[in-house]
Nanobody, 122 residues
Framework: QVQLVESGGGLVQAGGSLRLACAISEIIFSFSAMGWYRQGPGSQRELVAMVVLGSSTNYADSVKGRFTISRDNAKNTVYLQMNSLKPEDTAVYYC????????????????WGQGTQVTVSS
């Protein structure tokens, strides 16, 4: 069974930092581009950051210069380092992966994690 297991959310004051981690099942990790989405109160889910291979990354304009996405191939894990957090970063953060091409080995087009809450107080 494929799993995306997130950790690292919590409550932090504005200006603080958090690091999110998402452990992804080995069967799909090597075939995936992966990233993080978020959904704030009353908002639509939006892309925060994606990493394809190595250093190929992209970020939402709102987090550029503050957030860094990375992947550890040895640990099958993707991270989101969040610095200089702002109250508007408050949201549920979801780990996401999709195939680099075609379908994943499981036959699916994507997977989502269960979400982890990040709350930034002013």
């Amino acid at each position: 069974q494929v799993q995306l297991v997130e950790s690292g959310g919590g409550l932090v004051q504005a200006g603080g930092s958090l690091r999110l981690a998402c452990a992804i099942s080995e069967i799909i990790f090597s075939f995936s581009a992966m990233g993080w989405y978020r959904q704030g109160p009353g908002s639509q889910r939006e892309l925060v950051a994606m990493v394809v291979l190595g250093s190929s990354t992209n970020y939402a304009d709102s987090v550029k210069g503050r957030f860094t996405i990375s992947r550890d191939n040895a640990k099958n894990t993707v991270y989101l380092q969040m610095n200089s957090l702002k109250p508007e970063d408050t949201a549920v953060y979801y780990c996401y992966c999709r195939p680099l091409a075609g379908l994943l080995p499981t036959g699916r087009r994507d997977y989502w994690g269960q979400g982890t809450q990040v709350t930034v107080s002013s």
